[in-house]
């Protein structure tokens, strides 16, 4: 079935360091690329996202790159800071549905040293 | 409210009782998620709403799993006879339409004893 895999699971960096956490997917048709992030206790929330006619997106210090050939994509988080820590999750639609319906990466802890 | 609300936060019931988790989504937005997050694990998506259509329920994992939402409004999740395996934060999305980007309650964690 449909799925998408995650990595690093675990990522701990210094403070102003970058961040990159990498996502491939297996359904061809999947249109949709959402990353959250989530902190202890709280519900995911989403911070970016990028559609499938678009290589490139960024917001401030988050960006996310799509390759469609390859089937990957990437969250980049530059100059880190210690409220950055948190669980991120890269997510796929279900390609062959249109309801939206989301396939969750395993999640990557991501630690910001002061 | 501004954002998605999920009641009880947190619930602890005995292994065989039944339970229900209840969803208030964003106003106006018409499709309604619920996801299962197992500790430590990503989000397995459990069923879909959008409107009056019928519901996709092809992430129920068992026939003991069921969800209702009355046209746009509130949707409840209820897990009849729960067994341990049940225990997991419950997380319901809302968002304007289908495809588009969902936004997520706090969850109800639930522990089956």
């Known amino acids: 079935g449909e799925n998408v895999e995650q990595h690093p699971s675990t990522l701990s960096v210094q403070e102003g360091d970058s961040a990159v956490i990498k996502c491939t997917y297996s359904?061809?048709?999947?249109?949709?690329f959402p990353w959250y992030k989530q902190e202890l206790g709280k519900g995911p929330q989403l911070i970016i996202d990028?559609?499938?006619?678009?290589g490139e997106k960024k917001d401030q210090r988050i960006a996310v790159t799509l390759n469609k050939t390859a089937k990957h994509f990437s969250l980049h988080i530059t100059e880190t800071q210690p409220e950055d820590s948190a669980v991120y999750f890269c997510?796929?639609?279900?390609?062959?549905?249109?309801?939206?319906?989301?396939?969750f990466g395993q999640g990557t802890t991501l630690q910001v040293k002061p | 409210g501004a954002g998605v609300s999920q009641s009880p936060s947190n619930k602890v019931t005995e292994k065989g009782k039944d339970v229900e988790l209840r969803c208030d989504p964003i106003?106006?937005?018409?499709?309604l998620y619920w996801y299962r997050q197992r500790l430590g694990q990503g989000l397995e998506f459990l069923i879909y709403?959008?409107?009056?259509?019928?519901?996709?329920k092809s992430g129920l994992p068992s026939d003991r799993f069921s969800a209702e939402r009355t046209g746009e409004s509130v949707s409840t999740l209820t897990i009849q006879r729960t067994q341990q395996e049940d225990s997991a934060v419950y997380l319901c999305?809302?968002?304007?339409?289908?495809?588009?980007?969902?936004?997520f309650g706090d969850g109800t964690r639930l522990s089956i004893l």
């Open positions: 359904d061809s048709a999947s249109n949709y």
């Open positions: 997510a796929a639609t279900h390609g062959s549905s249109n309801t939206g319906k989301l396939i």
């Open positions: 999305a809302s968002s304007e339409r289908s495809g588009q980007p969902q936004h």
């Open positions: 106003s106006g937005h018409t499709a």
């Open positions: 709403f959008q409107g009056n259509s019928a519901p996709d």
């Open positions: 990028i559609r499938s006619n678009v």
